[in-house]
C-alpha cells in the first residue's frame, strides 16, 4: 500500500516537470533556423519555392509557433504522438523501432559498469594505498578521462580490424538471415564493444564512488563492533559495510540514467546502432520537432521510472528512509 | 596531409583519360563470378527512394538500382538508352520522340509501356521532382500513340542535347498503376518500398540500419545481374565507416563520403582502390557567393579584390590533397561538351593587387587596418567548405576584411541564404550535371523566388546574363549552344556574383575485389547491372 501512494505521488509530480521539458524543448528548438522543409530541400539538393510552401502546408508548420506547440500538447494528452516529417511513420512507430538497441546497449552498459565498479571499488577500498588500489585508481582515472568516442574507435581499430574477433558497427549480421539463438548471439556479439565503451566512463564513476564510500563506512563504529565481536572479515564487508556503502551509488544510476542517453549519442554513431541517441541527434538536424519531442517525453518517462526504481530499492537497502515523512 | 603517389596517379589518370580506358578492359579477361552479396556505405538517409521524384545521388545510390531511367551514359559519357532504345526529335526542337524497350517488366509483374513515361513525365518530373520542373517547364504533353512509342511535345524548343544529357539524372520511370488515383504521389507507400524495372528487387528498408534489395530473375538485360544482394548500412560516422570499410564489413563508399585523411590511408592499401574514376559525371565546384545587398560587395572591385587576396593552390595542396584542382569557372574541366576554350578573367593570388582594389573602390584601412566586417556562412556538406571558410577568414583578415564564420546546420543554412538573405559571404558547393541549363544556369539567372534554394539569391541582376541563359536554353543548333555556354562562363568570371575557384570530383573507395566498377561518368548513381564481386 504505502508502494502504490508512493508510486502515485511521484507519478502526479512529474507530470508537471514532463510538461515543462517538453515546451522547453519545443521553445530552444524555435532557436534554431530553418524548419523540416528547409531540412528537406536541404536533403534533396534543390528544388523551388512553391514546393517548398505546399510542404510547409502539408507539415502544419504554417500556423504561428504556439499554435504548433497548442497543438502538439492537445494531440499528447490524448496520447498521440503524432507524424514523423522525415520517417513518414507515426512517431510513435519510429520510437518503438528504435527503442530495443537502446535500452539492450543502456540496461547492458549500466549492469556491467555498475557490477565491475562495485567489484573493483570494494577491491581497492580493501587494499587502500597499495597496488591494487593504485592500480585500479590509475585505470579508473584514465578511462574517466578519456572521450567516449576516441575509445569506441579504438576499440574498432584492434579488436575489429586488426584481430578480426568483433563486427565493427551495426546491430546485426543481415548479409545472412539467422533465427532464434544463431541470431541472439549475432546481436550479442554485435553489442560487445559499443557496451564496452559506454561502459567504461561509468564503470570509472562507480569505482570511485564505491571506493570512497566503502572507505568512508570502515570507519564507521558499527563496523568496529562488528569486527571486536570477532566476526570474520568477509561477513564484515557483504553484510554490514558493502549494504550501507551501495546507497551513493544506488543514487547515481538514478541521475544518470538520463546522461547515459546522451552519451548512447556517440557510441550509436561510432558503432551505427538504430538506437534513440542518434534517431534524436538527427531529428535536431533535420528540424522533425514530433520526433525529438516525442524521444524528449519517452526519455523523461525512462528516467522518470528509472528513478522511481531506485527510490524503492532505496527504502529496500536502509529502512530508515520512509516513504511518509 | 600527403596523398601518396599511387593516389596521385590513380587521379590525374582518371581524369585525364578517363574515357580512353575505360575501367572494365583491365578485367575483360576474367568471366564474372555469379553471387555475392555487395555492401555499400549509406551516409546520410532520405526521406523516400524514388529518383523520379527526388534529384539527389542519396536517393540514386539506392533507387538507381531498382528504377531505371529512359537514358544513361556509357563508359564515354555518351547517352546511351535504358528504358528507351532510340530517340528523335523534330527539325523545330518542340518535338521528341522515343521508342521504348520491349519485353521490359515491373517487379511486380506487369509490362512497361509508354503510359507509365507519359504519367512519370507530367504527374512527377513536370509537377515534384527538383530540377525536373525547370526542365520540364515548357512540356505540355506525352503523347502515346502505341504501347512503345512516347512522343514529348513542347510548348518552346528543347534542345534534344540537353534533355538527353539531363534524363540520366532527372529521367527515371516510376510504375503508372502503383502511383495513378492512390491519393498523394509524395505520400506513396512506393516511395519508400520502390517498385522499377531494375536489375534489383527492393526487399527491405530499416530506417538507420539498411536497405536490402535481390537480384531481379526477370530484368530484361541477359544475364545480369551477377550480384546476389545488395545492402546499403546506414553508417552517419565518416570515421566508422572507414572502420567498417578495413573490417571488411562494406565494399564501397560513394560521393566522398569519408574523411580526405581516411580515403588518403586508405588509397595506400592494396584492399582497396580510391580515386574520382567513375564521377567524372558528378564534377562540382567550391563557391563563394556575395550579397550584392551589401555596398561592398556590389561593387566589382570588392570582389575581384577578394578572388585576388586568396592563395587557392596553397590550399589545393595543403588541405585537400590531389583530388581537386583549380576552377575555372561555372562549367568544370571534365564537361568535354561545354568546356569553353577561353574561360575569360581569372583571378590569381595577388595581396597587393586586392588591397589596391579595395583602396581604389574607396574602402581605405581604419584603425587597426580593419576596412570593413563580413558574416561567412560556410555550408555544412563537407569539410573541405570548413575549412576553406577558415581560410576565407584568415586570408581575408591579410587585406584587412574582417570576417566572421557563421556555422549552422544544411537547413539553418538554406534558411539564412536562401530565404532570408541574411549572409554577406556564403561558401559551398555547386554540382554540375552535365549540361548548364540543369542546374547550373539558375546560380545566375535573375527573378528566381525567394526561397529557392540553389539559384540566384544574391541580389544580382544583369540583362546580358539573363539574355545568354534564356537563349542556350531553347538553342537546338549543338555548335552555338556550345557557344552560347561560353558567353556564360566568361560573364561569370567577368563580373563575379559567384566565384568558383576549386574544381573538385567526388572520390570513391572501393573494395578491389569489385570489378566493372567505375566504368560510366556516374556509375555511383548508376543501375550497377553488370558489377560483380571477385573470390
Sequence with gaps: MRILTLAGRRLAASIPTLFLILIGVFVLLQFAPGDTVDALMAQMGGGDAETAKQLRQYYGLDVSAWA????????????????????????????????????????????????????????????????????????????YAMPTFWFGLMAIVVFSIYLQWLPAGGFEDITVARTGFARTLDIASHLVLPTLTLALFYMAIYLRIMRGSMLEVLTLDFVRTARAKGMDETRVVVRHVLRNALLPMVTLIGLQAGTMLGGSVVVESVFSLPGLGRLAYESVIQRDLNTLLGIVFVSALLVITVNFIVDLLYARLDPRITTGS | MDMTRRAALLTSAAIASSVAFPMRSLFAQETPRKGGVFTVHYGAEQRQLNPSLQASTGVYIIGGKIQEQLVDLDEAGKPVGVLATSWEAAPDGKTITFK??????????????????????????????????????????????????????????????????????????????????????????????????????????????????????????????????IVWRVVTDRSAAAAQMEAGQIHYSPFSGLTISDAARLGKDKRFIVSTKGNEGNARTNTIEFNFRRKELADIRVRRAIAHALDIPFFIENFLGDFAKRGTGPVPSVSTDFYPADNGPQYPFDKKRAAALLDEAGFKAGAGGTRFSLRLLPAPWGEDITLFATFIQQSLADVGIRVEVVRTDGGGFLKQVYDEHAFDLATGWHQYRNDPAVSTTVWYRSGQPKGAPWTNQWGWTDETMDKIIDDAATEVDVAKRKALYGDFVRRANTELPIWTPIEQIFLTAISAKARNHSNTPRWGSSSWHDLWLAE
Design chain 2, 100 to 229: 521504348l524497350r520491349d519485353g521490359v517488366k515491373w517487379h511486380d509483374g506487369r509490362p512497361f509501356t509508354s503510359a507509365d513515361v507519359q504519367f512519370t513525365a507530367m504527374e512527377m518530373w513536370k509537377k515534384i521532382l527538383n530540377y525536373g520542373t525547370t526542365l520540364q517547364l515548357f512540356l505540355t504533353a506525352v503523347d502515346t500513340p502505341d504501347p512503345l512509342t512516347a512522343v514529348f511535345r513542347y510548348e518552346r524548343p528543347m534542345p534534344l542535347n540537353l534533355l538527353l544529357r539531363a534524363l540520366p539524372d532527372l529521367g527515371y520511370i516510376s510504375p503508372r498503376h502503383i502511383y495513378e488515383g492512390k491519393g498523394d504521389i509524395r505520400q506513396n507507400p512506393a516511395n519508400l518500398a520502390p517498385i522499377g524495372t531494375g536489375p534489383f528487387k527492393f526487399v527491405t528498408y530499416e530506417r538507420g540500419q539498411h536497405v536490402i534489395a535481390d537480384r531481379n530473375a526477370d530484368y530484361w538485360r541477359p544475364n545480369a545481374p551477377h550480384l546476389d544482394r
Design chain 1, 68 to 143: 504548433q506547440l497548442g497543438n502538439y500538447l492537445w494531440r499528447l494528452v490524448r496520447l498521440d504522438l503524432g507524424f514523423s516529417a522525415i520517417y513518414g511513420k507515426p512517431v510513435a512507430t519510429v520510437i518503438a523501432e528504435r527503442l530495443p538497441a537502446t535500452i539492450l546497449l543502456m540496461t547492458a552498459s549500466l549492469s556491467l559498469a555498475f557490477f565491475f565498479g562495485l567489484i573493483f571499488g570494494v577491491i581497492a577500498a580493501r587494499g587502500v594505498n597499495r597496488w591494487p588500489d593504485t592500480l585500479i585508481s590509475t585505470l579508473g582515472l584514465v578511462f
